[in-house]
Antibody, heavy 118, light 107 residues
């Protein structure tokens, strides 16, 4: 069974930083692009960032470009996102996801809550 | 960037009804679209991929159609467990974009 487990969420002041992690089990992530998706309270889903299987290509939503950095350590089967210069509007549940696209598999973590408040 | 327009934003329906949700894209995306179901407090679950392929384990009352710029999710014979919020997601290229969501409520 594939499981994605996020950690690292919490309360941070505006302007602060957080690093989220996502550990995968039941699947070897090496060949898969991975993504972060967020959902603000009571709002819809927002794609945040993706990284290719090798880590050589990264993609960001305009809303986080220049502030967030996605990375992965395939030896640890782990995905990360470093979030700097956090804003109130970054507050959300952050999901780690293997968005399947054309592939039959599509997997999500349970989410980790990031609160940005003074 | 591709803009997604999902409609309606909400609908009320009864058990046994057939409901249809639509996503339109600002550019043609072939069939690079999936449909997700989300229940409160839970992660989204994919129902349909490649516009019309049923995800393994998903009941056959869910179906998807469309290509290019217009896509449809149909739920036939709505069941109590289908009351949830539904989202479309295109993966034609980055940035990927979700539709705004459709909340299906009990009439």
């Amino acid at each position: 069974e594939v499981q994605l487990l996020e950690s690292g969420g919490g309360l941070v002041q505006p302007g602060g930083s957080l690093r989220l992690s996502c550990v995968a089990s039941g699947i070897t992530l090496t060949t898969y692009a991975m993504s972060w998706v967020r959902q603000a309270p009571g709002k819809g889903l927002e794609w945040v960032s993706s990284i290719s299987g090798s880590g050589g290509s990264t993609y960001y939503a305009d809303s986080v470009k220049g502030r967030f950095t996605i990375s992965r350590d395939n030896s640890k089967n782990t995905l990360y996102v470093q979030m700097n210069s956090l804003r109130v509007e970054d507050a959300a549940v952050y999901y780690c996801a293997l968005l399947g696209g054309w592939l039959p598999g599509d997997y999500w973590g349970q989410g980790t809550l990031v609160t940005v408040s003074s | 960037d591709i803009q997604m327009t999902q409609s309606p934003s909400s609908l009320s329906a009864s058990v046994g009804d057939t409901v249809t949700i639509t996503c339109r894209t600002s550019q043609g995306i072939r069939n690079d679209l999936g449909w997700y179901q989300q229940k409160p407090g839970k992660a989204p679950k994919r129902l349909i991929y490649a516009a019309s392929s049923l995800q393994s384990g998903v009941p056959s009352r869910f179906s998807g159609s469309g290509s290019g710029t217009e896509f449809t999710l149909t739920i036939s014979s709505l069941q109590p467990e289908d009351f949830a919020t539904y989202f479309c997601l295109h993966h034609n290229y980055y940035p990927q974009t979700f539709g705004q969501g459709t909340k299906v409520e009990i009439k």
